[in-house]
């Protein structure tokens, strides 16, 4: 999806791959903090206004699936665990994005 069809996105996965295509645009810091609370954010708002994204994995078991697979430590939420688990010379963000596609395949 490109960012000039945010207009059509359906979903937080097709955000989350916008997100990914123009991450400075969305989260200008590029941590891995901001984006958890831009999602945080996004989550509220459809909860809000009652909309149910069907027909995708629904992303507050993101955590539960970390959990699972690596057996990590959730209490800060996925972003904390998440970087906590990253080597140094990795990017948080480049593992979350591949994380996410994992957990929407599996």
């Known amino acids: 999806?490109?960012?000039?069809?945010y207009s059509n996105c359906k979903n937080i996965y097709n955000l989350i791959e916008i997100i990914?295509?123009?991450?400075?645009?969305f989260i200008p810091d590029k941590s891995i903090t901001s984006?958890?609370?831009?999602?945080?954010?996004?989550?509220?708002c459809i909860r809000i206004h009652g909309i149910i994204e069907d027909g995708v994995p629904?992303?507050?078991?993101?955590?539960?699936?970390?959990k699972n697979r690596f057996d990590w430590n959730l209490a800060n939420g996925w972003a904390h665990a998440i970087k906590e688990n990253t080597e140094r010379s990795k990017d948080p963000l480049q593992?979350?994005?591949?994380?996410v596609k994992e957990f929407q395949s599996s």
């Open 1 to 5: 999806m490109s960012v000039e069809d």
């Open 95 to 99: 593992r979350f994005f591949d994380l």
């Open 58 to 66: 629904d992303f507050k078991l993101f955590s539960k699936y970390l």
């Open 35 to 44: 984006l958890f609370t831009f999602l945080a954010g996004y989550e509220e």
């Open 20 to 25: 990914k295509e123009r991450t400075a645009m």
